[in-house]
Protein backbone atom coordinates (compact mmCIF):
# COMPACT_ATOMS: atom_id res chain seq x y z
CA UNK A 1 0.00 0.00 0.00
CA UNK A 2 1.43 3.31 -0.49
CA UNK A 3 0.46 7.45 -0.24
CA UNK A 4 3.15 8.61 -2.08
CA UNK A 5 0.74 12.00 -3.12
CA UNK A 6 -2.53 12.89 -2.36
CA UNK A 7 -5.23 10.72 -2.81
CA UNK A 8 -7.60 11.97 -5.57
CA UNK A 9 -11.34 12.40 -5.50
CA UNK A 10 -12.86 9.60 -6.57
CA UNK A 11 -16.43 9.24 -8.08
CA UNK A 12 -19.24 6.91 -7.40
CA UNK A 13 -19.05 6.51 -11.69
CA UNK A 14 -15.11 5.84 -11.05
CA UNK A 15 -15.36 3.85 -8.01
CA UNK A 16 -17.69 1.49 -9.72
CA UNK A 17 -16.10 1.75 -12.92
CA UNK A 18 -12.56 -0.11 -11.60
CA UNK A 19 -14.64 -2.72 -9.52
CA UNK A 20 -16.28 -3.63 -12.70
CA UNK A 21 -12.35 -4.71 -13.57
CA UNK A 22 -11.80 -6.90 -10.82
CA UNK A 23 -11.08 -10.88 -12.14
CA UNK A 24 -9.49 -11.83 -8.88
CA UNK A 25 -8.75 -10.45 -5.30
CA UNK A 26 -7.08 -11.94 -1.95
CA UNK A 27 -5.23 -10.86 0.78
CA UNK A 28 -2.19 -10.04 -1.05
CA UNK A 29 -3.35 -9.17 -4.63
CA UNK A 30 -5.99 -7.74 -6.80
CA UNK A 31 -6.31 -8.59 -10.53
CA UNK A 32 -7.99 -6.41 -13.28
CA UNK A 33 -8.80 -6.74 -16.92
CA UNK A 34 -7.83 -3.18 -18.08
CA UNK A 35 -9.12 -1.70 -20.91
CA UNK A 36 -7.36 -0.79 -24.15
CA UNK A 37 -6.83 2.98 -24.07
CA UNK A 38 -6.65 3.23 -20.14
CA UNK A 39 -3.39 4.37 -19.06
CA UNK A 40 -1.50 2.63 -15.93
CA UNK A 41 -0.39 6.00 -14.59
CA UNK A 42 -0.51 9.20 -14.42
CA UNK A 43 1.88 11.76 -16.49
CA UNK A 44 2.17 13.87 -19.51
CA UNK A 45 -1.24 15.43 -19.30
CA UNK A 46 -2.92 11.65 -17.54
CA UNK A 47 -4.66 12.41 -15.06
CA UNK A 48 -7.19 9.44 -14.87
CA UNK A 49 -5.05 6.53 -14.70
CA UNK A 50 -5.58 2.47 -13.31
CA UNK A 51 -3.04 3.47 -10.55
CA UNK A 52 -5.25 6.94 -9.82
CA UNK A 53 -8.24 4.65 -9.36
CA UNK A 54 -6.61 2.74 -6.66
CA UNK A 55 -8.06 5.31 -4.51
CA UNK A 56 -11.60 3.38 -4.73
CA UNK A 57 -9.56 0.87 -2.37
CA UNK A 58 -8.19 2.75 -0.27
CA UNK A 59 -8.20 2.35 3.80
CA UNK A 60 -9.28 4.62 6.37
CA UNK A 61 -5.24 5.80 6.86
CA UNK A 62 -4.56 6.78 3.14
CA UNK A 63 -2.89 3.77 1.99
CA UNK A 64 -3.80 1.98 -1.58
CA UNK A 65 -2.73 -0.78 -3.29
CA UNK A 66 0.22 -0.62 -5.06
CA UNK A 67 1.70 -1.24 -8.91
CA UNK A 68 4.01 -3.99 -9.12
CA UNK A 69 4.04 -3.87 -12.96
CA UNK A 70 2.94 -2.25 -16.24
CA UNK A 71 1.17 -2.39 -19.40
CA UNK A 72 0.89 0.08 -22.22
CA UNK A 73 -1.85 2.46 -22.28
CA UNK A 74 -3.34 0.62 -25.55
CA UNK A 75 -2.60 -3.30 -24.01
CA UNK A 76 -5.88 -4.49 -22.56
CA UNK A 77 -5.76 -7.40 -19.68
CA UNK A 78 -4.32 -8.82 -17.20
CA UNK A 79 -2.66 -6.31 -14.17
CA UNK A 80 -2.11 -6.94 -10.89
CA UNK A 81 -1.45 -4.62 -7.55
CA UNK A 82 -0.09 -5.39 -4.26
CA UNK A 83 -2.89 -4.93 -1.25
CA UNK A 84 0.03 -4.26 1.33
CA UNK A 85 3.87 -3.22 1.43
CA UNK A 86 5.20 -6.80 1.99
CA UNK A 87 3.14 -8.62 -0.72
CA UNK A 88 4.27 -5.39 -3.03
CA UNK A 89 7.61 -5.92 -2.34
CA UNK A 90 7.51 -9.73 -2.85
CA UNK A 91 5.53 -9.59 -5.84
CA UNK A 92 8.39 -6.85 -7.54
CA UNK A 93 10.86 -9.03 -7.06
CA UNK A 94 8.93 -11.99 -8.98
CA UNK A 95 8.58 -9.80 -11.75
CA UNK A 96 12.40 -8.33 -11.87
CA UNK A 97 13.85 -12.00 -11.61
CA UNK A 98 11.90 -13.28 -14.04
CA UNK A 99 9.83 -15.80 -12.02
CA UNK A 100 6.92 -14.95 -13.78
CA UNK A 101 5.15 -16.60 -16.88
CA UNK A 102 3.32 -14.10 -19.11
CA UNK A 103 1.08 -14.65 -21.89
CA UNK A 104 0.07 -12.54 -24.67
CA UNK A 105 -2.53 -12.50 -27.50
CA UNK A 106 -1.88 -10.14 -30.84
CA UNK A 107 -3.12 -9.57 -34.01
CA UNK A 108 -0.40 -8.77 -36.64
CA UNK A 109 -0.21 -7.83 -40.05
CA UNK A 110 2.32 -7.97 -43.25
CA UNK A 111 5.14 -10.22 -44.05
CA UNK A 112 4.00 -13.39 -41.89
CA UNK A 113 6.70 -15.97 -40.98
CA UNK A 114 7.04 -19.20 -42.76
CA UNK A 115 7.10 -21.18 -39.47
CA UNK A 116 4.16 -21.26 -37.00
CA UNK A 117 6.43 -20.90 -33.77
CA UNK A 118 9.71 -19.06 -32.89
CA UNK A 119 11.58 -17.03 -30.97
CA UNK A 120 12.27 -13.16 -30.95
CA UNK A 121 16.03 -13.07 -29.46
CA UNK A 122 16.93 -9.46 -30.03
CA UNK A 123 18.20 -7.21 -27.64
CA UNK A 124 16.89 -3.59 -27.55
CA UNK A 125 17.83 0.23 -26.38
CA UNK A 126 15.85 2.71 -25.51
CA UNK A 127 15.47 5.97 -27.87
CA UNK A 128 14.22 9.48 -28.11
CA UNK A 129 12.61 10.45 -30.80
CA UNK A 130 10.27 14.01 -31.35
CA UNK A 131 10.16 14.07 -27.50
CA UNK A 132 8.94 10.06 -27.33
CA UNK A 133 10.52 7.09 -25.74
CA UNK A 134 10.60 4.21 -28.06
CA UNK A 135 12.58 1.36 -28.57
CA UNK A 136 14.91 0.15 -31.27
CA UNK A 137 16.77 -3.45 -32.26
CA UNK A 138 20.19 -2.89 -31.21
CA UNK A 139 23.59 -4.87 -30.83
CA UNK A 140 23.91 -6.56 -28.19
CA UNK A 141 27.44 -5.00 -27.56
CA UNK A 142 25.81 -1.96 -28.20
CA UNK A 143 25.58 0.92 -24.79
CA UNK A 144 22.33 0.42 -23.18
CA UNK A 145 21.40 -2.48 -25.19
CA UNK A 146 19.65 -4.68 -22.95
CA UNK A 147 18.50 -8.63 -24.25
CA UNK A 148 15.02 -9.34 -25.10
CA UNK A 149 12.96 -12.57 -25.73
CA UNK A 150 9.84 -13.24 -26.90
CA UNK A 151 8.54 -16.77 -28.09
CA UNK A 152 5.66 -16.68 -30.51
CA UNK A 153 3.22 -19.04 -31.97
CA UNK A 154 0.96 -18.33 -34.57
CA UNK A 155 -2.74 -20.00 -34.16
CA UNK A 156 -4.75 -18.15 -36.93
CA UNK A 157 -3.70 -17.07 -40.17
CA UNK A 158 -6.56 -14.60 -42.04
CA UNK A 159 -4.86 -13.38 -45.85
CA UNK A 160 -2.28 -11.13 -44.58
CA UNK A 161 -2.92 -11.22 -40.95
CA UNK A 162 -2.60 -13.30 -37.69
CA UNK A 163 -3.15 -14.13 -34.28
CA UNK A 164 -0.50 -14.95 -32.61
CA UNK A 165 0.15 -16.10 -29.14
CA UNK A 166 3.34 -14.57 -27.34
CA UNK A 167 5.26 -15.56 -24.24
CA UNK A 168 7.59 -13.13 -23.38
CA UNK A 169 10.99 -13.77 -21.45
CA UNK A 170 12.12 -10.46 -20.77
CA UNK A 171 10.21 -7.82 -19.20
CA UNK A 172 11.41 -4.51 -21.68
CA UNK A 173 9.51 -2.28 -22.80
CA UNK A 174 7.53 -1.91 -25.67
CA UNK A 175 9.21 -5.25 -26.09
CA UNK A 176 6.63 -7.49 -28.37
CA UNK A 177 5.87 -4.57 -30.02
CA UNK A 178 9.25 -3.78 -31.27
CA UNK A 179 9.93 -7.40 -31.47
CA UNK A 180 7.02 -8.60 -34.18
CA UNK A 181 7.27 -5.04 -35.56
CA UNK A 182 11.12 -6.39 -36.38
CA UNK A 183 10.21 -9.74 -37.57
CA UNK A 184 8.05 -8.13 -39.78
CA UNK A 185 4.46 -8.18 -38.99
CA UNK A 186 3.93 -5.40 -36.26
CA UNK A 187 0.74 -5.72 -34.37
CA UNK A 188 -2.06 -3.66 -35.65
CA UNK A 189 -2.67 -0.12 -34.38
CA UNK A 190 0.28 0.48 -33.28
CA UNK A 191 1.29 3.70 -33.56
CA UNK A 192 4.50 3.88 -32.77
CA UNK A 193 5.63 0.26 -35.17
CA UNK A 194 2.97 0.09 -36.90
CA UNK A 195 0.23 2.02 -38.74
CA UNK A 196 -1.49 3.10 -36.13
CA UNK A 197 -5.55 4.04 -36.23
CA UNK A 198 -5.27 3.07 -40.10
CA UNK A 199 -5.35 -0.19 -39.38
CA UNK A 200 -7.47 -0.99 -35.98
CA UNK A 201 -9.18 1.43 -33.79
CA UNK A 202 -7.70 0.17 -30.63
CA UNK A 203 -3.63 -1.56 -30.37
CA UNK A 204 -4.21 -5.41 -30.83
CA UNK A 205 -2.32 -6.68 -27.99
CA UNK A 206 -3.95 -8.19 -24.89
CA UNK A 207 -2.26 -9.69 -21.76
CA UNK A 208 -4.14 -12.89 -21.39
CA UNK A 209 -3.06 -14.89 -18.76
CA UNK A 210 -0.50 -14.61 -15.88
CA UNK A 211 0.99 -17.38 -13.77
CA UNK A 212 3.20 -15.93 -10.21
CA UNK A 213 3.83 -16.97 -7.43
CA UNK A 214 2.19 -15.55 -3.97
CA UNK A 215 3.85 -14.67 -0.34
CA UNK A 216 2.33 -17.83 0.80
CA UNK A 217 4.36 -20.02 -1.62
CA UNK A 218 1.23 -21.53 -3.69
CA UNK A 219 1.59 -20.76 -7.57
CA UNK A 220 -1.79 -18.50 -8.95
CA UNK A 221 -2.46 -18.62 -12.54
CA UNK A 222 -4.59 -15.75 -13.31
CA UNK A 223 -6.66 -14.54 -17.03
CA UNK A 224 -8.46 -11.95 -18.56
CA UNK A 225 -11.38 -12.79 -21.05
CA UNK A 226 -10.58 -10.77 -24.84
CA UNK A 227 -12.33 -7.55 -24.36
CA UNK A 228 -15.14 -6.93 -27.04
CA UNK A 229 -13.36 -4.59 -29.11
CA UNK A 230 -10.61 -6.90 -29.57
CA UNK A 231 -13.43 -9.99 -30.94
CA UNK A 232 -14.87 -7.00 -32.80
CA UNK A 233 -11.52 -6.47 -34.65
CA UNK A 234 -10.39 -10.29 -34.98
CA UNK A 235 -13.88 -11.42 -36.63
CA UNK A 236 -13.99 -8.59 -39.31
CA UNK A 237 -10.62 -9.65 -40.30
CA UNK A 238 -11.96 -12.75 -40.61
CA UNK A 239 -10.88 -14.76 -37.90
CA UNK A 240 -12.89 -17.53 -36.62
CA UNK A 241 -11.27 -20.07 -34.56
CA UNK A 242 -8.12 -18.99 -32.64
CA UNK A 243 -10.73 -17.98 -29.76
CA UNK A 244 -10.96 -22.11 -28.91
CA UNK A 245 -7.17 -22.60 -28.46
CA UNK A 246 -6.36 -19.58 -25.70
Known amino acids: MTRNKPLPAISPEDGAFIRSLIVHQDDDIIAFNKPSGLPVQDGRGIDRSLDS ?102 LEVSGPCAVVRLTPETGRMHQIRIHLAHLGCPILGDPIYGTGKQGTPRLM ?32 LGFKTYSGLL
Open 53 to 154: LLAAFARSNGKRPRLVHRLDAGTSGLIIVAKTQPAAAFLSEEFAERRTKKTYIAVVGGALPKDKAGAIDASLVKVQEAGRARMIVARPDRKGALRARTDWEI
Open 205 to 236: LHALSLEIRRPAGDVLTMRAALPSDFEDVAHN
